[in-house]
């Protein structure tokens, strides 16, 4: 395994990592301010990058690392590149982008309501 086979895989464990983080990050921020603002840039992000249809730098770190390996990059999202594949064949990417946009509007209803509960205890 020559060294930007590696990093690679690095670039896709730490994609792992992140969408973990968005997703269920929520869990770890009650009373955490700092994390719970990181949280809510991080899902903010996420949001943007999949409104705006921008290339994560994770995905262009692994896609670098893979040509330089000498393997054919894949040129779709991470998100569709991996997990249409894995779990749906045939997804269209209209939908996967709605449903981790709806993920990412619950997870900032979470926050919101947190916030109203916090704002009616008097805190």
Avoid at 32 to 57: A, N, Q
Avoid at 64 to 71: D, E, F, I, M, S
Wanted: aromatic share 16%.
């Amino acid at each position: 395994m020559n060294p930007y086979s590696i990093l690679a895989v690095a670039a896709l464990a730490l994609h792992l990592l992140w969408i973990g983080w968005v997703l269920l990050g929520w869990l770890l921020t009650r009373k955490r301010p700092w994390w719970r603002g990181f949280h809510l840039g991080s899902v903010v992000y996420s949001l943007l990058i999949e409104v705006f249809g921008w290339t994560c730098p994770l995905t262009f770190a692994e896609q670098w690392a893979l040509r330089r390996a000498g393997v054919t990059a894949y040129e779709k999202p991470f998100l569709l590149h991996y997990l249409e594949s894995l779990l749906y064949p045939d997804i269209p990417s209209t939908l996967l982008t709605t449903v981790a946009l709806i993920l990412c509007g619950a997870i900032l209803a979470i926050y919101a309501l947190r916030f109203r509960q916090r704002q009616l205890a008097g805190w």
